[in-house]
C-alpha cells in the first residue's frame, strides 16, 4: 500500500505550467511592442476633383478618390479661409449632419472669387487640390 501523504509530482508540474504561461505572455508583450514600430505610416489621401466655374459660384466636384470626412476638409482661398458647404451625392442642399463625407459625387460650393485666385483644398495631412479661377 502506497501513501499519498508527502507525494507532491502534482505542484512541480502546475508550476511549470504557469512559468509557460508567464514566459508566453511577457514574450507576446515585446512583440506586439516591437511589431508596432514596423508598421507602415497612414497614407495621404487621393481624390481627383473637377472644378466648375459659373457667374456665381465655384463648385469642386469629387470624381474618384478616397472619402475624406467633411470635418478633415479645408478650402481656402488666396491664403484666408472661405465659407463653403459641402453637398453629399444625390442630395440638392448643404446637409445638416456635421460627419458626412466628401465622397464620389460630393461637391463643394462657394461663392466666386475674383479671377486668378488661387483655390485649394486640403485636409490635415496633404493639399488634394489646387486650382485657379479663370
Do not use: W
Request: aromatic share 4%; proline share 7%; hydrophobic share 40%.
Amino acid at each position: 500500500m502506497s501513501s499519498k501523504k508527502g507525494r507532491d509530482d502534482a505542484v512541480s508540474g502546475l508550476v511549470g505550467e504557469m512559468l509557460m504561461l508567464t514566459l508566453v505572455l511577457i514574450l507576446m508583450a515585446i512583440f506586439s511592442a516591437t511589431a508596432s514600430n514596423y508598421l507602415p505610416p497612414p497614407r495621404d489621401p487621393s481624390v481627383t476633383i473637377l472644378q466648375e466655374v459659373n457667374d456665381t459660384a465655384i463648385i469642386l466636384h469629387h470624381r474618384g478618390g478616397d472619402a475624406i470626412p467633411g470635418s478633415g476638409l479645408r478650402v481656402t482661398v488666396e491664403g484666408t479661409g472661405r465659407a463653403f458647404s459641402l453637398v453629399p451625392h444625390g442630395a440638392t442642399s448643404v446637409a445638416a449632419d456635421p460627419d458626412i463625407l466628401f465622397d464620389l459625387g460630393g461637391r463643394i460650393t462657394f461663392s466666386r472669387p475674383p479671377s486668378g485666385s488661387t483655390i485649394k483644398v486640403s485636409t490635415a495631412r496633404a493639399v488634394i487640390y489646387t486650382g485657379v479661377v479663370p
